[in-house]
């Protein structure tokens, strides 16, 4: 995803590409219409496209997209889960990126088993009938450590994002990876990846060589689906000439990422996507393949529930019915699932959760933003002449305050008129009016009631519009989908509770019947049009009309909240036939045969359900139960309640837990054995960062990458020594501490701190001196402008003694120490991002099974303020019923802000980063599969205390949501314990 910068674009001089290819000739299929016919990249008809969409088995369709990443949830059984809620969603597509860095501790060395296992995630995909876009760098961004690069690329001289000897060399070491799982997961292998990104905003030094590189990799592994690029904003960067795709796009985060005053939207939206469309690849359909699905927030940041308000459902109905009105027929929210930057994932920037503010939340749950987007999806899936339209000025009043763009399909007279307020960030109730031209006669609508925009809200209305055995003439609410259920058709409409609706539909004769129960509905006929007009109801108004149409029409009026709550999934039986049902949480699945619809979902409270049931079918069951149905009318609807059982959930209450605790920071003692460490001895680094002293401590060029670090310098005492100077170089958040002969001398931000003043108190002037410095890391930086920053140095830029003039002679020798084994992991299971150099990660004390018996015994929170390291360590249990969900998390308790940072290990994983004196995170994630929910659990926190001492406070486990719950089945995943740990 985007890191916000200044979008300018710059224009390099392309030189020529002399990289053979054997370059597809891409070639035209057919003439549909007088736009030019369908296009392929001559590699395969399955993915084929016209000026309009995608057309995936010669369908055209709306690509529907959101972005979820396999490792923010680390527990592949999940991967179903969320890709069954996407489907539930009405998603018909998933961007993954694919994250090098997490299968590639070390040059050469590449891990896909596991939680690593991305065959899993093209499965999950796969079975739910979900598209894959894959995105597999080699750079991806997404707020991850270096932006996705593995850390060794970090030593690398060469610039990456170049087309060089080196960086060619790395970037096809991974692809020749990762192509072997994505070239089998296309649809021409009948697997889900329909296309298939090159690099990703690459926007900023850009290089037409590399991408052709890059292309040619990816053609001659087997890679056949087109090619796509996401430009960092429409730029036009590799949409034409070297280095260019097959369909080119880009992306959007019109809201920017400060949560911190959510309701300030910016007063406009992109009017302009058409255009630059028009100009940069009007042969192709217009795609955003990032389109603002949420917000990340940094460290003490506002928190994600201001990025709710911020990114809300209000803002997917503005912005994304834009992206609709300016032509957009590829969208990919990002994200859809944020999950969790569990371990040393994110970049510094950003905490452990990367909720995102997304339509899903981190643990999983609906959010109204899901509900609004599934309204969205199911209409553009549903309505087809929208996918083929071209846009047209209408004549409305008010001008000047709303804006109205007309969409026309070019192969039927339907038309659209998207309505919203010219000011985005409007919240005036405006009364408003449109000149319609239909197949009927022109119109003013609505023609005798009111339509109105209220705030930030945006519609889309549908006219002229042939549907089931239907002829919609206009529709003032707009549409959510509609189905022949046999004896007659029924369609959805809605828009926000007490704003007048208008609905006309042709008939043949002027006898035709209205039955209602709902006073508001008022009906009217003339000239062969039937016109409604209706309040829309706190719920959903059945009108029912025979007698007039070929075939009888049932219309379901809601209101939004209502309207929130309907799903329609499809049967599984009949292309394209969905089933309709009300009340849910959660709407997974509907399989019917002859007489039963087996729905199945979640629900969190007992639940009115509303069901339409087409002729023939008379049961319903509710994840596998037969549900009690009573029949509201003889228009096929029923009702119904999905009793909510009440589950007996146990979890164990950590305040009365047994704590075992140890002091952890050996490393501060003068007489600690570091004759294992390291010995930092470089001269020289490839690392961007300027050194100002030798040897280099810069931690990767030592091979230790992430988390904690110990930098343990010695010298020969002086009375000349004064102290010392030292400059720390870390990310966003990064801390460090320093021990002069295992006395604590401070804790800082980085930056420079002098220590001075020494000689004669803290410095022997006779024998050895040992300097210990703890480094808090916070991963490295990522590489959005290509301009090598991930290459940033994680340690010392400067250590050196004051009050001495010859360094050479009075120097400092260093070792240094990170994770155990460095690039060759202790720990190949949980990988490289899992544990960092402290004593007790080092020694194995986060995992399952260690030995702690001989630890003291405490209570949490703790009741005293410990110097140095800390580790705690307990078991919990937790039991959650088969049938229920009930997503975990572990909250710190502490109003103090004191200095201090924790590690939280569950069951041997870092599932989270705290900063006690940071926040805005209290609250981490402990997704199902990491986190047994039917047994025992080994809980470890080390403490790091920036002050001299930290006193940890209260820790809780705590239920997000509880759920009766269709989840998928989660193994567990493998957690080995200390006794397979190999000793060092
Ligand atoms: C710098 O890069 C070159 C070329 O990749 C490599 O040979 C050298 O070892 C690197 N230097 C360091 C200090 O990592
Ligand atoms: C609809 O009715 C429910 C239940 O009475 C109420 O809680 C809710 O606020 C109402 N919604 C609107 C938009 O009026």
Avoid at 56 to 67: A, M, Q, V
């Amino acid at each position: 995803m985007l890191f916000k910068g200044v979008l300018t674009s710059i224009s390099l001089a392309i030189a020529a590409v002399t990289t053979v290819v054997a370059v597809p000739v891409k070639k035209t299929l057919e003439v549909r219409d007088d736009e030019g016919g369908d296009q392929t990249n001559g590699l395969t008809d399955l993915v084929a496209w016209d000026t309009h969409t995608l057309k995936i088995n010669g369908e055209p369709l709306f690509l529907f997209s959101g972005e979820f990443h396999y490792y923010r949830l680390p527990s592949p059984g999940l991967w179903t889960d969320i890709m069954e809620k996407f489907k539930a969603l009405d998603y018909n597509g998933v961007s993954f990126y694919f994250f090098w860095g997490y299968h590639s501790p070390k040059k050469g060395v590449y891990d896909f088993t596991g939680i690593r296992d991305v065959q899993k995630a093209f499965d999950a995909a796969k079975n739910t009938g979900i598209h894959v876009i894959s995105r597999a760098g080699p750079y991806i961004n997404a707020e991850l450590d270096s932006g996705g690069f593995p850390s060794w690329l970090a030593q690398m001289q060469s610039p990456a994002r170049k087309y060089n000897p080196e960086n060619n060399a790395a970037s096809e070491e991974w692809l020749t990876e990762i192509d072997k799982y994505m070239v089998a997961n296309q649809i021409t292998k009948g697997g889900p990846i329909i296309l298939n990104q090159v690099d990703n905003e690459f926007s900023y030094n850009t290089d037409p060589k590399y991408m052709e590189m890059l292309k040619a990799k990816f053609l001659k592994d087997g890679m056949e689906v087109p090619t796509i690029f996401n430009d960092a904003g429409p730029n036009g960067n590799f949409a034409k000439g070297p280095g260019s795709v097959d369909i080119y796009g880009w992306d959007q985060y019109p809201a920017g990422f400060d949560c911190s005053n959510p309701l300030a939207w910016p007063n406009n939206r992109s009017t302009t996507f058409r255009d630059f469309h028009e100009r940069t690849n009007g042969d192709q359909p217009m795609a955003i393949y990032e389109f603002q699905g949420g917000a990340f927030d940094p460290w003490g940041g506002p928190g994600y529930p201001e990025c709710y308000k911020m990114v809300n459902e209000q803002y997917a109905k503005v912005y994304y019915k834009n992206n609709y009105a300016q032509g957009v027929r590829i969208q990919s929210l990002y994200m859809t699932y944020g999950g969790t930057s569990w371990g040393g994932l994110p970049k510094p920037t950003v905490y452990t959760s990367y909720d995102y503010g997304a339509a899903i939340s981190e643990p999983g749950l609906m959010t109204t933003k899901a509900y609004e987007n599934k309204l969205q999806a199911t209409f553009l899936h549903t309505v087809k002449p929208f996918l083929t339209t071209k846009h047209f000025d209408p004549e409305s009043d008010k001008r000047d305050i709303i804006l109205i763009d007309g969409l026309a399909d070019v192969n039927t007279p339907t038309k659209f008129y998207i309505a919203q307020h010219q000011l985005t960030k409007s919240e005036d109730k405006d009364e408003f009016h449109i000149n319609i031209k239909t197949t009927d006669g022109k119109f003013e609508i609505p023609r005798s009631s009111k339509l109105i925009l209220n705030g930030r809200d945006a519609k889309i209305l549908t006219t002229d519009y042939a549907f089931n055995s239907q002829h919609l003439v206009y529709s003032t609410s707009e549409i959510f989908t509609h189905q022949d259920v046999g004896s007659h058709d029924v369609i959805i409409v809605y828009a926000y509770e007490n704003e007048e609706g208008e609905f006309a539909i042709k008939v043949k004769k002027d006898k035709s019947q209205v039955e209602t129960d709902d006073d508001s509905v008022k009906s009217e006929t003339s000239d062969g049009i039937l016109q409604l007009t209706y309040k829309h109801p706190n719920g959903t108004t059945p009108v029912y009309i025979s007698g007039g149409t070929e075939k009888e029409l049932l219309i379901l009026v809601a209101g939004y909240d209502s309207a929130l709550r309907w799903w329609a999934p499809y049967t599984e039986e009949k292309k394209g036939e969905r089933a309709l049902i009300h009340g849910p949480y959660l709407v997974r699945s509907a399989k019917k045969d002859e007489s039963t619809i087996a729905f199945t979902g979640d629900i969190d409270e007992t639940t009115d359900i509303q069901v339409v049931l087409p002729d023939g079918v008379k049961f319903i069951t509710w994840n596998g139960e037969s549900v009690k149905l009573t029949k509201q009318d003889k228009h096929g609807i029923y009702t119904g309640t999905l009793e909510f059982k009440k589950p007996d959930i146990k979890f164990t209450d950590l305040t009365e837990a047994t704590w075992k605790y140890k002091a952890a920071s050996p490393e501060t003692d003068p007489e600690f054995d570091d004759s294992e460490w390291v010995t930092a001895d470089h001269l020289s680094t490839n690392s961007t960062t300027p050194y100002d002293t030798q040897p280099i401590l810069y931690a990767d060029d030592y091979g230790f990458h992430t988390g904690c670090l110990w930098f343990r310098g010695k010298f020969n005492g002086s009375s000349e020594i004064t102290g010392f100077n030292i400059t720390a170089h870390s990310g966003d958040a990064s801390a460090w501490t320093a021990y002069l002969n295992n006395e604590y001398l401070g804790g800082f931000d980085v930056g420079n701190h002098a220590f001075t003043d020494l000689n004669g108190t803290k410095i022997k002037a006779d024998g050895e001196n040992v300097i210990s410095l703890l480094l808090w890391t916070t991963g490295h930086e990522d590489d959005f402008s290509a301009d090598e920053n991930f290459k940033q140095a994680r340690g010392f830029t400067q250590a050196e003694l004051l009050g001495v003039y010859n360094q050479t002679i009075w120097s400092i020798d260093w070792k240094v120490q990170g994770n155990l084994g460095g690039e060759d992991l202790a720990d190949p299971v949980r990988g490289p991002y899992n544990e960092g150099g402290l004593y007790g990660e080092r020694n194995g004390w986060h995992l399952p099974g260690f030995p702690d018996d001989d630890w003291e015994d405490v209570n949490i929170p703790e009741s005293k303020n410990r110097t140095g390291v800390s580790w705690y360590r307990t078991t919990f249990d937790v039991n959650i019923p088969d049938g229920y969900d009930v997503p975990m998390s572990l909250r710190y308790k502490d109003d103090t802000k004191t200095r201090y940072r924790t590690l939280l290990f569950v069951n041997g994983w870092n599932m989270g980063r705290y900063g006690n004196d940071l926040g805005p995170q209290t609250q981490y994630y402990l997704p199902k599969g990491i986190l047994n929910t039917q047994g025992k659990n080994t809980l470890a926190i080390g403490v790091v205390a920036i002050d001299e001492a930290a006193q940890l406070g209260e820790v809780v486990l705590e239920p997000y949501k509880v759920l009766q719950a269709a989840l998928p089945e989660v193994e567990l995943v493998d957690s080995p314990g200390y006794d397979t740990r190999q000793q060092s």
